[in-house]
């Protein structure tokens, strides 16, 4: 007689604003919708920080809990703490795994509550590079306080995810044990990207570049702008740049295009919602940014079989193979990231050989359907 086991019910943690454009906050979207597709209990608890939404509410079929607090510097931050705590004890009983998506405040909580749910599994996602510069994981913070404090009760977790090389090998500098370090990256609907890419046309007179996400300092689009401006003064004008997203920086961005001649060359396009509609129009993808921890926006690009500029920093470096689907650059490099896009603008084979190769490297460990089934046995560990 064949036993079936139940399916793990699932408590995912956001330690920010949801639903938000983040890169983080779109993987729990994702993960959230794909889990409860395939029958899981799944429900979010989030910080209340924005008066326009409810503190509870169902989001695309996901209940959707959000923690008030006073905004008050540190001690609003205390008090939340303690209010998810007695959550996470109060309401035990509606789930079997917890998954924060961030490690700081949260993820402190849930080593403080991991003694009373001894049943429970209790993850956390190293999202990106932040976390370890100035932030809870930052070793050279770590023997200091609170972050001292909060790193002995983030180790009592019984698991740590990590969506790249970089990420592990940071958190094993860390002082965190290998044996509670599991890698398993962002999951990607592929098919979905694929779709989309054959509608494409065959040819194009001119060499649409692309970019989608935040506008902020740290995303260096500027440095995108100024190779574009660079391609222009070598006499290299057959593309337009389409970027989209919104952010601090959109006014500043739209200035420094009119101030290199670029008001009919970069389109600003706003935020958008489908990724897969924007990439198909796309035949190179650019991620200019100083700082990364595993962008789903260059997945999104390979999964359309498009080829890759980016910088050489943090979860760029695991995606993109240089000479094989694209490009690096050392972040804020104008020349070297102009050199590389003038490769591609002038190249259809190179643009088509890339493509190519960059829908090779992301099958597998990062399709979505892979990423599920890699973290329901992990959820269903004490099941």
């Not at 961030?102 to 403080?112: E, Y």
Request: glycine share 8%; net charge positive.
């Amino acid at each position: 007689m064949t036993v079936t086991r139940p399916l793990p019910k699932i408590l995912l943690v956001v330690d920010g604003s949801y639903p938000a454009r983040g890169g983080a906050e779109l993987q729990v979207e994702l993960l959230a919708e794909s889990f409860l597709a395939r029958g899981h209990q799944v429900q979010l608890l989030v910080p209340w920080l924005l008066p326009s939404h409810p503190k509870v509410e169902v989001f695309h079929g996901v209940k959707v809990t959000r923690i008030g607090y006073p905004h008050i510097k540190e001690v609003g931050a205390v008090i939340l703490m303690i209010k998810v705590f007695f959550w996470l004890l109060w309401h035990r009983k509606e789930y079997d795994a917890i998954h924060v998506h961030m490690v700081k405040n949260f993820a402190t909580v849930m080593g403080l509550a991991k003694p009373f749910l001894r049943k429970k599994i209790m993850v956390a996602k190293v999202s990106g590079a932040w976390e370890f510069d100035g932030g809870v994981l930052d070793p050279m913070l770590r023997h200091r306080f609170p972050w001292n404090v909060m790193n002995r009760y983030i180790r009592r977790l019984d698991y740590f995810q990590t969506i790249s090389d970089f990420t592990k090998e940071r958190l094993l500098k860390a002082g965190y044990p290998e044996n509670k370090i599991v890698s398993i990256r962002n999951g990607l609907p592929i098919a979905r990207f694929q779709a989309a890419k054959r509608s494409r046309a065959a040819t194009h007179d001119v060499v649409t570049l692309g970019y989608a996400g935040r506008l902020e300092a740290v995303k260096g689009v500027d440095v995108l702008i100024a190779a574009c401006g660079e391609l222009k003064k070598r006499g290299i004008d057959s593309f337009v740049l389409d970027i989209a997203g919104a952010g601090r920086q959109d006014k500043k961005l739209a200035e420094q295009a009119a101030a290199l001649g670029l008001q009919e060359s970069v389109r600003f396009l706003g935020a958008i919602n489908d990724m897969p509609g924007f990439m198909a129009d796309v035949d190179v993808y650019i991620q200019p940014s100083y700082q990364e921890g595993l962008p789903n926006s260059v997945m999104q690009a390979m999964a359309a079989s498009l080829p890759v500029v980016a910088t050489a920093v943090s979860g760029n470096v695991d995606l993109v193979r240089p000479g094989l689907n694209g490009f690096l650059s050392p972040a804020g490099d104008v020349q070297a990231m102009a050199d590389s896009l003038q490769k591609l603008i002038e190249s259809a084979t190179l643009r088509d050989d890339f493509g190519r190769e960059s829908f090779k490297s992301i099958q597998g460990s990062y399709a979505l359907d892979t990423v599920l089934d890699q973290l329901t046995s992990l959820y269903a560990e004490h099941l």
